[in-house]
């Protein structure tokens, strides 16, 4: 077959889930709705009331709505995902020139989170099946490069500090969490979830987010709910919560008129206009879930017939958000997959149904080349095969 029919073949399966569109109607990967909801309402209350910066009942109606949802003692909410990971990742002690193990695959917020506090990401290669970090791999490379020295796990290649993990839920579905965690305990590391795509996906009945010490959340525009901008920490630990939301109110020390700090803190707290916004986005968090598991049956079904491609599913013990539907192109000649992939997304884009590739691995963007990694065959395998499918709740018309 030549990689012509396979994206014809690829673009009626899209059709045939879709509908076919007219040109006036491009299909995007993720949009947000705010059909039918609350949201005017609870945004007119932050104009009436003057209450629109970062404190109000909205944000601590968000955090408890946010508690409730996803199981978690503590969430706090600030003003993105990628904040959100600094200052986890600031809270388990990662410091200035210590390294963080973490994958190649994700959005660039993942490694810059590290680099925000002077750390350096150190990529560890991935499982085609989770599409995060392969634990086999994480525990090779932690035998191969560490050694204790004084109490701490450091690489012995470059003489940094190993300090903390942080595994991303990949398009929504789980990574492997539990064996994750157990390597994390075992190397006395710990664990800070990249959950920002999983908010309503769960490992084992766990809510992602929810495995290591703290875990993130991102309400960014193209995720499943959105605040606008936002971001929430998930965690069981109180102290942490109780320093997450000092440390992103610049340390204030609580009192009715003294301005007094007691460290260097951040100005990330959520404001209470977006968590209005975030409010009304959960009242109909299931439809929006159910939705786009409709959706991705949808395209299972649609896709099984063309050869070629598989539809990703999540895995037996898991059940995931399907934040993103994916298909890989499973040619064995990676020459073939490159055209493959080219032609799919010039034929879609063509007409007008905006598939989107992988990231570009982080360890090819031009500020992480140097960045510490084992052998990332996979990751760069993995990359060349992933189309993510237009995934809003609105294209199921049950929901529109
Ligand atoms: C895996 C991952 N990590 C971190 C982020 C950062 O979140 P934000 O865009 O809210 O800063 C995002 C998404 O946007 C993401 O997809």
């Known amino acids: 077959m030549t990689h012509h029919t396979l994206s014809r073949n690829v673009l009626n399966a899209l059709y045939n889930v879709l509908g076919s569109r007219s040109f006036d109607n491009p299909v995007y990967l993720h949009e947000p709705s705010f059909t039918g909801s609350n949201a005017w309402c609870y945004l007119k209350d932050c104009l009436d009331t003057g209450w629109v910066s970062s404190s109000g009942q909205w944000v601590n109606r968000f955090e408890q709505e946010l508690a409730a949802f996803t199981g978690a003692s503590h969430v706090v909410a600030v003003s993105n995902g990628t904040v959100a990971l600094r200052l986890a990742l600031h809270l388990v002690g990662v410091k200035p020139n210590d390294e963080v193990l973490t994958s190649p695959l994700s959005f660039v917020a993942t490694a810059n989170a590290i680099s925000h506090l002077g750390a350096v990401p ?214 073939l997959v490159k055209d493959q992939l080219n032609d799919i997304l010039s034929l879609s884009h063509a007409s007008r149904i905006f598939l989107r590739p992988a990231w570009k691995l982080l360890h090819k963007l031009p500020m992480y080349t140097t960045a510490p990694r084992n052998d990332l065959d996979v990751a760069e395998d993995q990359s060349l095969r992933l189309i993510n499918l237009p995934s809003s709740p609105q294209l199921v018309d049950k929901y529109e």
């Open 122 to 335: 150190h990529f560890v290669d991935i499982n085609s099946s989770t599409l995060s970090i392969d634990p086999n791999s994480l525990s090779d490379r932690l035998l191969e490069i560490s050694k204790y020295d004084n109490g701490y796990l450091i690489n012995r290649l470059t003489g940094r500090r190993l300090a903390a993990i942080v595994p991303v839920d990949v398009f929504g579905h789980p990574a492997d969490l539990a064996s994750l965690s157990s390597i994390a305990d075992e190397w006395g590391l710990p664990l800070v979830e990249d959950a920002a795509e999983a908010l309503g996906s769960t490992s084992g009945n766990i809510h992602c987010g929810l495995f290591g010490s703290i875990g993130i959340l991102s309400f960014n525009g193209n995720k499943v709910i959105t605040t606008g901008g936002g971001g929430a920490l998930l965690t069981n630990d109180a102290f942490l919560a109780e320093r997450a939301r000092h440390l992103s109110t610049t340390a204030k020390i609580p009192h009715p008129w003294l301005l007094d700090h007691d460290s260097i803190g951040w100005n990330d707290r959520m404001p209470n206009l977006n968590a209005a916004l975030g409010v009304a986005q959960m009242e109909d968090i299931q439809c929006k879930l159910s939705a786009k598991r409709l959706l991705s049956h949808r395209y299972q079904k649609a896709f099984n017939s063309v050869s070629g491609v598989e539809f990703l599913t999540e895995h037996p013990s898991c059940h995931s958000n399907y934040w993103l539907s994916t298909i890989r192109l499973t040619s064995t000649e990676t020459s």
